[in-house]
Structure formats: structure tokens, C-alpha cells
């Protein structure tokens, strides 16, 4: 992996968002991730996608029950809420595309 190019957390309506993009080295892919926890847990997601030159492919998805993102508070989201979803979904995007 060669680095995060861009990340951001926000916070919308009910919900925290989180959206990274990835270059990655081997192979040479993009990747984004995005994390939505929802204080309804069943429209939280979490996946990561792989840019195919036109559009987002999905390579893999956490299901909401197996999310280790706290479900939505009223705070202000930050980065590390997400962290270990974020880890876990480029380690099964690395598994799957090498």
C-alpha cells in the first residue's frame, strides 16, 4: 500500500460517514472505503471498493452486526472511530486482489 490519498469523516442527519481513498501498490488498484453507522443500525455499511477506470467495483463488505465502528453517537465522528473497520476491510481487499 502506498498511502491514504484522502479522508474524511462528517456527520449527516443520523448518521456518520467516513470515505479514505487508497492508492495501493501491489496490485496498482485505488481503493475507497466507506463506513456509514446509522443510529438505525441496519443502514450502517461498511465496504471497499476498487476503481476499474470507469466505475467503483465493490471487492468486500462488512455487515452491520460484525462492525466494530460504534454505533452513531451525537459527537462530532472522527477518523479513529473507524479505524478498525478500515484496517479489516484493506486486509480482506489485499487478501482478494493479490
Known sequence: MS???ME???KEHQSAHYEAVVKWDN?????RVRIK???YNYQSYAKVERW???QWQLVSY????LM????FAYDEPKEADFQA???????EANAILT
Not at 466494530?68 to 454505533?71: C, I, K, N, T
Open 3 to 5: 498511502g491514504t490519498v
Open 8 to 10: 474524511k469523516c462528517w
Open 27 to 31: 496490485p496498482v488498484a485505488t481503493l
Open 37 to 39: 453507522r446509522d443510529s
Open 52 to 54: 476499474d477506470g470507469q
Open 62 to 65: 462488512i455487515p452491520y452486526p
Open 68 to 71: 466494530e465502528s460504534e454505533a
Open 85 to 91: 473497520d478500515f484496517l479489516r476491510l484493506l486486509s
